[in-house]
């Protein structure tokens, strides 16, 4: 069973830094390049969303419009751990982030880790 082990969330003002980890383990007969990795994130009261998913397999990947050119998403084969970069950050940035695995981006997550929190202050 895939486990995902988020952390580097935290309070950051308005326009800073942050990256995020992923450590993944447990894969099972399967390996990290198996894997997608995607990040998501829900703010309070609104549903969860999509923001980057990387393939592990191919380096594909995809962001969604509202991280555009501020977040980056990169992988580490020697320690199974993917990394959200995050850049310019603003408020509505503010959400508890998780990963999740799965086989492709857009498809299925199998594997959700526990979140991290991340709050922009203005």
């Known amino acids: 069973e895939v486990q995902l082990v988020e952390s580097g969330g935290g309070l950051v003002r308005t326009g800073g830094s942050l990256r995020l980890s992923c450590e993944t383990s447990g894969f099972s007969g399967n390996t990290f390049s198996d894997y997608s990795i995607g990040w998501f994130r829900q703010a309070p009261g609104k549903e969860r969303e999509a923001v980057s998913c990387?393939?592990?397999?191919?380096?594909?990947?995809e962001h969604a419009e509202a991280v555009k050119g501020r977040f980056t998403i990169s992988n580490d084969y020697a320690k199974n751990t993917v990394y959200l970069q995050m850049s310019a950050l603003k408020p509505e940035d503010t959400a508890v982030y998780y990963c999740?695995?799965?086989?492709?981006?857009?498809?299925?997550?199998?594997?959700w880790g526990q979140g991290t929190p991340v709050t922009v202050s203005s």
């Open positions: 999740a695995a799965g086989r492709i981006c857009g498809g299925y997550f199998e594997a």
């Open positions: 990387m393939s592990n397999r191919d380096g594909y990947i």
